[in-house]
């Protein structure tokens, strides 16, 4: 029971985004990477992608982003951010069959425009390569995963 003269509230916590257009993105070469990287392999689930960055990263080929490990869990509140902002912005989009992230005509229209270095794409290259099978073992265990649902 309430007392006489108390009143109960509820707050809203608003939080502030700064909203971003594609002519800030030109500026943003970590997402520009992150789109061409994108377009190297295909689709592929945030949980691969996310593990194919972080290996990268210890290969020696960085595109900006800080990994956090928990368990057997890596995961990166930047990736996750920038993956917000290009679905935002239609660059990519989830395909609703295999739930892979992919690049949308957008996405590739405005890649075409971007200069990327070559020195990162022949690196970027060679190193996918060794990645390739686990983003493929990660992908596929997370098809097997959402059969098992149904």
Do not use: C, H, W
């Not at 003269?5 to 943003?28: C, F, H, W, Y």
């Not at 377009?39 to 689930?45: C, I, N």
């Not at 679905?87 to 005509?105: A, H, V």
Request: zero cysteines.
């Amino acid at each position: 029971m309430s007392q006489p003269g108390q009143t109960k509230s509820k707050d809203v916590k608003m939080v502030n985004r700064q909203v971003i257009t594609p002519d800030a993105l030109k500026e943003d070469k970590k997402k520009v990477l992150l789109l061409y990287f994108l377009k190297t392999v295909g689709g592929v689930s945030e949980k691969a992608l996310v593990a194919a960055l972080n290996d990268l990263k210890q290969k020696g080929l960085d595109l900006g982003y800080q990994f956090n490990v928990l368990g057997n869990n890596v995961y990166s509140p930047v990736l996750k951010e920038d993956l917000t902002t290009l679905l935002y912005l239609g660059f990519i989009e989830t395909d609703p069959q295999s739930k892979k992230l992919k690049l949308t005509n957008n996405g590739l229209e405005f890649l075409d425009s971007q200069q990327i270095e070559e020195d990162f794409k022949n690196n970027l290259t060679q190193k996918i390569n060794d990645i390739k099978s686990k983003i493929t073992a990660i992908d596929e265990e997370n098809r097997l995963r959402s059969r098992r649902r149904y």
